[in-house]
Nanobody
């Protein structure tokens, strides 16, 4: 089992930046991929970004390309999501997730471990 803890959420004005962190502990040696998803009230949990555990491959939702960057520090077992040029529509609870399976990185059903989420609110 892998334990994930997100941090870094908060309130920011449109155009601002935030950096989310996801610290992984436990059985991390067999992880294949780490991802970020977000969920606004009344909608499904959507894919945001993902990175292979080796760091060699990254994936982004079209809505965040060019604004968000995902990267990892394997020594610290931590994945980061740098979010720039934030928009009010980025407001959501952001969840970190991981999987030991070689599934589809953008599909939330690929992931078998989830963090508790961190709130990001972007004001206009």
């Amino acid at each position: 089992q892998v334990h994930l803890v997100e941090s870094g959420g908060g309130l920011v004005q449109a155009g601002g930046s935030l950096r989310l962190s996801c610290a992984a502990s436990g059985r991390t040696f067999n992880r294949y991929i780490m991802g970020w998803f977000r969920q606004a009230p009344g909608v499904e949990r959507d894919f945001v970004a993902a990175i292979s555990w080796s760091g060699g491959s990254t994936y982004y939702a079209d809505s965040v390309k060019g604004r968000f960057t995902i990267y990892s520090d394997n020594v610290k077992n931590t994945v980061y999501l740098q979010m720039n040029s934030l928009k009010p529509e980025d407001t959501a609870v952001y969840y970190c997730a991981t999987s030991a399976r070689r599934g589809i990185p953008t599909d939330r059903y690929t992931y078998d471990n989830w963090g508790q989420g961190t709130q990001v609110t972007v004001s206009s």
